[in-house]
């Protein structure tokens, strides 16, 4: 579990669009490698995060619904696509829409990486209220376990109700078609 250690001011951040911040971790999501964008972007030197877990730029506000999907989906094999609110170290927070990928050595996972780009602003607006409605049940639950089984169960019956999967969802907020 993540301490939170940093407390958001509430000032949001922002990178160009042509951009891309990169990490990259191990199998138990440790930071292996990370590029400049992510340092500038997120203020922490290089020797601050590199053997730390990743939930170092957790923000208190995402969901853990959202990322035990991406760990479900990486750890299966798969790639996915999600907005992420990250916390800087000087406490700003910065959105991102994110590509996880596992990453392969002879067929075999052996880490995983990602790549990160400015997101569309609407998309951003869209699904705020959803990781909120997410947040508030899983406060409704002191133990983790239930928390996350709380919101990963309202997750699905969002996406249910809209018929459509994540994937499908998370596209669909940019107005891109899946
Ligand atoms: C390649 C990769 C990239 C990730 N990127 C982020 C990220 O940008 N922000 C984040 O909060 N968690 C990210 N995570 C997920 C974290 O490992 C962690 O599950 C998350 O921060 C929740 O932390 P918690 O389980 O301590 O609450 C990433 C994981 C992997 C494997």
Redesign the pocket.
Known sequence: ??TPLVRPTGVARRFGIDEVIV???DLQ?RLTYVNDVFLRVSCYDEQDVVGK???V???PE?P?AV?GL??NE?QAGNEIFAY?N?LAADGAHYW?F?H?TPTRVNGRIVG???N?RVPDQAAVQAVTPVYRQLLAEEQRHSHPVHAIEASTRLLGEILADAGVTHDEFVWSLAGVAA
């Open positions: 579990m993540h990490t990259k971790t999501g877990p990743h939930n730029i957790r923000h995402m853990r990322f991406l760990w990486i992420v990250n991102v994110a996880v995983y990486h990602s990160r």
